[in-house]
Nanobody
Framework: EVQLQASGGGLVQAGGSLRLSCAASGSPFDDDYVIGWFRQAPGKEREGVAC????????HYADSVKGRFTISSDNAKHTVYLQLNSLKAEDTAVYYC??????????????????WGQGTQVTVSS
């Protein structure tokens, strides 16, 4: 089983930046997996933001964040990062990271992810 710990959220002004971290623990980590970042604003459905595949570093982004957010991983530290730049008020949400152990295509559908971390709040003031 994989445990995920998300951190790095906070309050930032529009146009600002944040870096979120998702630290993974558990075993085994020699296997391949996909880590995704999702967000959920009050009254809205959870939406996928970005994902990365451990084995080759391939990434996939939602159209709403392309060019502003960057996902990366440090496999030695079992940590995935999400750099949030040029933040907008509509980026305000609770951000979650999740792991897909067996479905390794780069997709942002919550249903394919097996393990979820707790959320970290990102608030962008306009």
């Amino acid at each position: 089983e994989v445990q995920l710990q998300a951190s790095g959220g906070g309050l930032v002004q529009a146009g600002g930046s944040l870096r979120l971290s998702c630290a993974a623990s558990g075993s085994p980590f020699d296997d391949d997996y996909v880590i995704g970042w999702f967000r959920q604003a009050p009254g809205k459905e959870r939406e996928g933001v970005a994902c990365i595949r451990r084995s080759d570093g391939s990434t996939h982004y939602a159209d709403s964040v392309k060019g502003r957010f960057t996902i990366s991983s440090d496999n030695a530290k079992h940590t995935v990062y999400l750099q949030l730049n040029s933040l907008k008020a509509e980026d305000t949400a609770v951000y979650y990271c999740a792991a897909s152990r067996w479905y390794l295509k780069l997709e942002l559908k919550p249903i394919i992810y097996d393990f979820w971390g707790q959320g970290t709040q990102v608030t962008v003031s306009s």
